[in-house]
């Protein structure tokens, strides 16, 4: 198997890891971390909560080696747009996601003091901010930049990249909706749907045998440096 179809696979058991841990850990914390009660709640079930940081964790690991792995294949295309994939998709989100999961285990921390109400609300807010709007930012950025890289390369099938384009605009509408108090997280179901098909696509076909070519964009300068020494040669 060669090395870029390697890196295709690993980006699609990445893509599926990150979102198995992701739900996981929704699932798992947010009876606990939501309502009123729910320093009480967290004090009750701190384990629970503990569990839910590790996955959010493993999550965030997971979908910021997406860009990593994805790197030296994608800087054959458009350094700038592989490398503000790796920033906005890997660093910045990465570091959201440990944030996240930190704010987690100080509500756990939190809950055995007493007094700590107004401090564990600041808390709570913080991390409710962050995943209801600070998030999408990087995620988008990142998120546009790969599909149009993508898109630009054929490394996938174009009906694949152009609805990672349309789903990454449509997410940003939720957590700019948020801020006006309206509720519209349905918007973020196609990129999320688009992505675990990609992932599928990835790990069954690989990335687009003739877009790895010797002709690809990271390569042409030097192919062509050999077909006119070549050239040269047979004169």
Known sequence: MSPDRKAAAWIGVLYIIGTAGMVLSAVITNAVVSGPAYLAQVAAQPNQVA?????????????ALVPVVFWPVG???????AM??????????GVTYIVGALCWLLLIALSKEPD?????????TTETVI??????????????????????SRLVPRW???WGLVGAALYIVAPLGSMFGLSLGFVMAPLALQEM??????IAKGFNPSAIAPES????????ARASTASGSAA
Do not use: C, H, N
């Open 51 to 63: 569990v839910g940081a590790l996955l959010l964790l493993l999550a965030g690991l997971a979908l």
């Open 75 to 81: 800087k054959r295309y458009s350094e700038t747009l």
């Open 217 to 224: 964009a990271g390569d042409r300068p030097r192919w062509r």
């Open 197 to 202: 098909v990609m992932a599928v696509w990835l």
């Open 131 to 152: 995943w209801d709007q600070m998030i999408a930012i990087p995620f988008v950025l990142g998120g546009l930049m790969f599909y149009v890289l993508l898109y630009q």
């Open 116 to 124: 700590a109400g107004p401090l564990a609300g600041f808390v709570r």
């Open 84 to 93: 503000g994939y790796v920033v906005f998709r890997g660093a910045i989100e």
């Open 160 to 162: 694949l990249s152009t």
